[in-house]
């Protein structure tokens, strides 16, 4: 069973930055859908960023138009673990984080899809105060 252990999650003023960390118990694997969800009182759980990665064909990362150009997502294959750096973070950025994995993911998925994932994390609290 693949396990993942998300840290980094705080509060911050409104433009400032945090960096979130999902590590990824399985260490091996040859691709994967990988991905940072967002969930705020009362409102649905969406996908901010996500990547897709092979060794065939390397990593492709998504967004969601509200994080375009703030939000990074990255990965390192040497820890196993997924980041989410977010700047110019905005009040309306605060929701509890959660980081999402599929190993062994083909071509197809959509990363920043709920229904794409079978793993999940615990979820970290962001909470930006403006």
């Known amino acids: 069973q693949v396990q993942l252990v998300e840290s980094g999650g705080g509060s911050v003023q409104a433009g400032g930055s945090l960096r979130l960390s999902c590590e990824v118990s399985v260490k091996t694997y040859t691709s994967a859908c990988m991905g940072w969800f967002r969930q705020a009182p009362g409102k649905e759980r969406e996908g901010v960023a996500g990547?897709?990665?092979?060794?065939?064909?390397?990593?492709?990362?998504y967004y969601a138009d509200s994080v375009k150009g703030r939000f990074t997502i990255s990965r390192d294959n040497a820890k196993s673990t997924v980041y989410l750096q977010m700047n110019s973070l905005k009040p309306e950025d605060t929701a509890m984080y959660y980081c999402?994995?599929?190993?062994?993911?083909?071509?197809?998925?959509?990363?920043?899809?709920?229904?794409?994932?079978?793993?999940w994390g615990q979820g970290t609290q962001v909470t930006v105060s403006s």
């Open positions: 999402a994995a599929r190993l062994f993911c083909g071509g197809g998925w959509s990363v920043l899809s709920r229904s794409s994932y079978n793993n």
């Open positions: 990547l897709y990665f092979s060794y065939t064909s390397g990593i492709n990362t």
